[in-house]
């Protein structure tokens, strides 16, 4: 990161915006010796519950276990299927193959590069126990398309908003539509810590107590073990800088929304040949990543990388097509939009800390003018 002169992300710019408060925390914790889940992972739980607007949040370890926590919480196990799709971070998949299931795949939409509603009917089968929507790059998927099918064939429904803090379906954020929704706060998520961390929120009661005695070991008391759990429980630290940062989410939203809007303009008038992920108009997005749909990748990853401009693909390989899900047998040419994406996308430097004036610059080297 340090050798570019504009980088993906830039989590130092945002340490030292906030330098004072996230100290302050830290040292806190440090003082309280508060390590492990404790007071401020119990503040953080009930700050970012209220922030998504729902009845339980609980934290853990990382996003992935907050995905397997709340599938295993509604009951997926070995030899169900749950569809998803295959145009996202391999721990969407992995969270269900860890549960013994088996991810179902299908192809997305060419506009929004977001799971195709209309293609879940086809891939349920008698298997099928839960579908998990990727609410990817910082927009959420057709929440209203996707229960339909879910209450028609009584199916759970698991958010992938890994990519989505903040975002909204029709003013609802990821947690309140679905069963539940899984939260990653790796650092360079739109809500980052200084570590892995993770999260689920829910309006299932029920689940919520499962999970958060699950993620400890199956803990009900100090010496009393339920069942047999796992460890995935939040540090201290990360509670701590994680609820100053959450004070500062929507406004850093709003700048990535700025720069976003600086990029489309661009892009509009130097390569109108680009492809821009489209926004969806029920939903408000919160630009995890700027996506660009270009002919010819490699050229213009190279231009930019000349220029010091950081660029990234996300994701280039498609998870039926890597090594860890060949075995499910789906040959090249089975999610052809899909297909096409991972050959296509790019993405442009987005940050809240991001000058947009620097926007045009980074669109004229893309575009080689
Ligand atoms: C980051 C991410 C995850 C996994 O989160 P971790 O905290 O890294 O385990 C899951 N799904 C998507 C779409 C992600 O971007």
Redesign the pocket.
């Known amino acids: 990161m340090g050798s570019y002169r504009i980088p993906l992300v830039d989590l130092r710019a945002q340490y030292l915006s906030i330098k004072e408060e996230i100290d302050e925390a830290v040292a806190r914790v440090v003082e309280h010796t508060a390590f492990v889940l404790g007071e401020e992972a119990e503040g953080f739980e009930v700050e970012f519950g209220q922030y998504c607007g729902v009845k339980r949040c609980v934290a853990c370890?990382?996003?992935?276990?907050?995905?397997e926590l709340a599938l295993e919480s509604l009951g997926v196990g070995a030899g169900d299927e749950v569809i998803t799709v295959a145009h996202?971070?391999?721990?969407?998949a992995e969270?269900i193959s860890s549960l013994g299931a088996k991810p179902v795949f299908v192809d997305i939409r060419p506009d929004t590069l977001l799971m195709d509603a209309a293609k879940v009917e086809g891939a349920i089968t008698e298997k099928t126990k839960a579908i998990v929507p990727?609410?990817?790059y910082g927009q959420m998927c057709d929440m209203d398309a996707i229960l339909a099918v879910a209450k028609k064939h009584g199916l759970r429904v698991v958010e992938?908003?890994?990519?989505a803090h903040g975002a909204t379906w029709r003013g609802r954020r990821a947690g309140t539509w679905g069963d539940a929704a899984?939260y990653?706060?790796?650092p360079?998520?739109n809500l980052g810590a200084f570590g892995?961390?993770?999260a689920v929120a829910t309006n299932n009661v029920e689940a919520a107590n499962w999970m958060a005695r699950a993620r400890n070991h199956g803990r009900l008391t100090k010496y009393e073990h339920e069942f047999p759990g796992r460890n995935s429980r939040m540090d201290g630290i990360q509670a701590a800088v994680l609820r100053v940062k959450l004070r500062h989410l929507d406004e850093w939203n709003r700048a990535r929304s700025a720069v976003a809007m600086a990029y489309r303009e661009a892009l509009q008038s130097a390569m109108p040949e680009a492809q821009v992920v489209g926004e969806v108009v029920e939903g408000s997005a919160v630009h995890?990543l700027f996506v660009v749909s270009v002919q010819d990748r490699e050229a213009g990853l190279a231009r930019l990388r000349a220029q010091g401009i950081e660029a990234g693909v996300?994701y280039p390989v498609a998870l039926h097509q890597q090594p860890a899900y060949r075995a499910l047998g789906l040959q090249l040419g089975a999610l052809p939009v899909t297909e096409l994406a991972a050959a296509r996308v790019l993405s442009l430097p987005i940050y809240p800390e991001l000058n947009e004036g620097l926007c045009g610059e980074v669109v004229s080297v893309l575009a080689g003018r």
């Open positions: 370890a990382n996003g992935t276990d907050a995905l996202t971070f391999i721990a969407t969270a990727v609410h990817l992938d908003a890994a990519q899984s990653s706060f790796y360079g998520k892995d961390a993770g995890h996300h």
